[in-house]
């Protein structure tokens, strides 16, 4: 049976180790094991974050598994990483985690994603295979006094920004489309919340089997309010364009949904760009796949 892990407080009894990888970076032998302290970390304020997205869920298990793949939680010493723990939804305790820790005032970083992310720092956070989805984290101080309660309670934020993009009915040839977004990053600051630099970002997108062109982009943006600039390119099978168009000053914001629509293949301009000013509601059902970008 699943457990439910709202139910967990800081005074519930510490729980067995779990599946997960522990690392200890810098540092595999410790001179005295027995002053290793055993700490849970527990997700437990998904849920308030998705019903602040439009959403109302009863099961914070069921809702971190529903929206993330991976779950790390890193601890830093003095800019070095000292531990990461490793977890997926596979495992039957997917938020709670159990791990042996030598007490100490660290950093720490939780990100939950539907890939797998890397953390080399708290200010340099990627996709481990370079292909971002939706992203959510956690920046915070692990003192010694916090792990005395045994337990410590994270709240989980969205980090990331999505681009989606629309047509009316496309030509019969069209088989493929690429979006080109320039402005935004696949590196993300923890400590800041927001992306680290800015590049340009190109995914291409099987529309072969579509009557519409639907695709989209998660991305990290530099700034609480950034411009982009979003070049469309639709193909034949030959790779020949049908019909590219540059779409300048697109404004996106982290945890924002921007959303493009209309008749792209018949017209250059009157094309409605609209950014949602609330997070956006519908999280696990999206309307479209984007698990392999």
């Keep these: ?157 969205r980090a990331v920004a999505l681009f989606e993009f629309q047509t009316d009915a496309k030509p019969a040839d069209v088989v493929s489309f690429s979006l080109e977004l320039t402005g935004a990053t696949l590196t993300f600051n923890a400590v800041t919340g927001l992306g680290v630099g800015s590049t340009t970002l190109t995914s291409v997108f099987d529309q072969s089997d579509r009557d519409t062109v639907h695709c989209g982009m998660y991305v990290f943006l530099p700034s609480a309010d950034a411009s982009v600039t979003v070049k469309a390119t639709a193909y034949n099978a030959d790779q020949e364009v049908v019909k590219t168009y540059t779409f300048t000053g697109v404004q996106m914001k982290p945890a924002y949904h921007t959303y493009c629509s209309g008749n792209f293949f018949q017209i250059d301009a009157d094309w409605s760009v609209t950014i949602n000013n609330v997070v956006w509601p519908e999280l696990i059902n999206v309307p479209y796949d984007l698990s392999s970008l």
């Excluded at 457990?3 to 599946?19: E, M, Q, Y």
């Excluded at 032998?29 to 308030?48: G, H, M, N, P, R």
């Excluded at 939804?89 to 539907?114: C, N, Q, R, T």
């Excluded at 939706?134 to 337990?151: E, H, I, P």
């Design 1 to 157: 049976m699943k457990k439910n892990i709202l139910g967990i407080t800081l005074c519930c009894a510490i729980l067995a180790l779990t599946a997960c990888e522990n690392q200890i970076a810098d540092n595999n032998e410790i001179e005295d094991k027995d002053a290793l302290q055993e700490i849970t970390f527990s997700v437990v304020d998904f849920e308030q974050t998705l019903t602040q997205m439009g959403m109302s869920i009863a099961d914070t298990r069921a809702s971190l598994s529903g929206n993330a793949t991976y779950l790390k939680i890193a601890l830093f010493s003095n800019n070095v990483k000292k531990y990461e723990f490793t977890q997926t939804s596979e495992e039957e305790d997917f938020g709670v985690i159990s791990a042996l820790v030598l007490p100490d005032d660290y950093a720490m970083v939780v990100i939950a994603s539907k890939v797998e992310m890397s953390i080399e720092s708290p200010t340099n956070i990627y996709p481990t295979n370079g292909k971002l989805n939706d992203t959510f984290y956690y920046y915070g101080s692990l003192t010694k006094a916090a792990m005395n309660a045994g337990t410590v309670a994270v709240g989980l934020d």
